[in-house]
């Protein structure tokens, strides 16, 4: 088992940034990529970025040279720095970890969760 567990959402102004961290606990040699999630009100989860174990990441359209994702192998540590934030960033953000092949950004993919941070954006 594998237990995530995130830190530094928080409330900030349009065009502001946030680093958000995620912990990884237990079993994490089996973990062979890593992403972030989002889910505002009333809207399905959406895939924010990716990072695979050599470092090779992706990321969603609507983040593009505003989001970088990484990691800390060594902390069992990932972030997502969020920089030029806009209100539509406004959502809880999850960090989520696979033991798959795949390589996706598709939820259905991940088999970890973290409980989530709340992140606001605002105007």
């Known amino acids: 088992q594998v237990q995530l567990v995130e830190s530094g959402g928080g409330s900030v102004q349009a065009g502001g940034s946030l680093r958000l961290s995620c912990e990884a606990f237990?079993?994490?040699?089996?973990?062979?990529?890593m992403g972030w999630f989002r889910q505002a009100p009333g809207k399905e989860r959406e895939g924010v970025a990716r990072?695979?174990?050599?470092?090779?990441?992706s990321y969603a359209d609507s983040v593009k040279g505003r989001f970088t994702i990484s990691q800390d192998n060594t902390k069992h540590t990932l972030y997502l720095q969020m920089n030029s934030l806009k209100p539509d960033d406004t959502a809880m953000y999850f960090c989520?970890?696979?033991?798959?092949?795949?390589?996706?950004?598709?939820?259905?993919?991940?088999?970890?969760w973290g409980q989530g941070t709340q992140v606001t954006g605002s105007s």
């Open positions: 989520a970890a696979s033991y798959t092949g795949d390589r996706t950004m598709h939820d259905y993919d991940y088999n970890y």
């Open positions: 237990g079993y994490t040699y089996s973990i062979t990529y």
């Open positions: 990072i695979d174990s050599d470092g090779d990441t």
